[in-house]
Nanobody
């Protein structure tokens, strides 16, 4: 059974940085298309970033975070990261890790990020 566990959320000031982690158990992270999503209060869950599977991954970002957020993968640690820089209050949300392999999709439990002074 594949499990995803996020960590690293918390309170951060506007303009600050935070790094989220998503550790995968039950299989190898490099097999999966990994993504980060977020859901703000009263809003639908939205896609944030994706890193593809394989030895040479591709990256994609939502326009709202492009240039500020970076998704990366550490295969030996079976972990995917989301480096968040220059955060602003609109980035406040619960952030979810997602793994896709063929028709299978897995979600983590989410980690809260709050941007406030």
């Amino acid at each position: 059974q594949v499990q995803l566990v996020e960590s690293g959320g918390g309170l951060v000031q506007p303009g600050g940085s935070l790094r989220l982690s998503c550790t995968v158990s039950g299989n190898t992270v490099s097999l999966y298309i990994m993504g980060w999503y977020r859901q703000a209060p009263g809003k639908q869950r939205e896609w944030v970033a994706t890193i593809t599977s394989g030895g040479i991954p591709n990256y994609a970002y939502a326009s709202s975070v492009k240039g500020r957020f970076t998704i990366s993968r550490d295969n030996p640690k079976n972990t995917v990261y989301l480096q968040m820089n220059e955060v602003n209050p609109e980035d406040t949300a619960v952030y979810y890790c997602n793994a896709r392999f063929t028709s299978l999709t897995y979600w983590g439990q989410g980690t809260q990020v709050t941007v406030s002074s």
